[in-house]
């Protein structure tokens, strides 16, 4: 019976997650990020990776869910560009109905390269206190760009 019970309660948490929806996946940018759990026209976001442990977080190209304290939704694809390289691609869905979008190069011994996009991928500012001039812009929008690509 106790089997029986988990089995069930495993079956019904699954169902949960793959009927979840997110008003950031509809973007240009959510839709890459959740490529790999479509199925059928669905997002199955209990395929997504919710633990550190699991042994996909070693293959070159997956996809993380997690959920923060206060409510806020994080998916993010992660693809291995070589060795020492990878690109992580986030949706963050926050609890207030917001989105925010980032694509981030990650890199042994640098410091990340983060740049926060728009749901269509252009480039922003990181908020209303740090503005990119016209040129800084320009340069992060070809990195956007060059980046994307990886995650067609």
């Not at 992660?78 to 917001?98: A, P, Q, T």
């Not at 042994?108 to 269509?120: A, N, S």
Request: hydrophobic share 35%; with cysteine.
């Amino acid at each position: 019976m106790k089997k029986n019970f988990f089995a069930f309660a495993c079956i019904i948490c699954g169902l949960k997650l793959s009927a979840q929806t997110y008003h950031c996946e509809s973007s240009r940018i959510g839709i890459l990020i959740t490529k790999p759990l479509m199925k059928n026209g669905t997002i199955h976001y209990n395929e997504a990776i919710t633990d550190r442990k699991d042994k996909r977080n070693f293959s070159p190209d997956f996809t993380i869910l997690n959920k923060d304290s206060v409510g806020n939704t994080y998916v993010a694809r992660h693809h291995m560009l070589d060795e020492k390289r990878s690109l992580d691609l986030l949706f963050v869905s926050m609890k207030s109905g917001l989105c925010r979008y980032q694509v981030t190069l990650l890199a042994k011994d640098k410091t990340p390269h983060g740049i926060r996009m728009d749901e269509d991928g252009n480039a922003t500012d990181w908020d209303e206190n740090s503005s990119l001039d016209f040129v800084a812009r320009n340069e992060e929008q070809k990195l956007v760009d060059q980046w994307l690509i990886h995650f067609k």
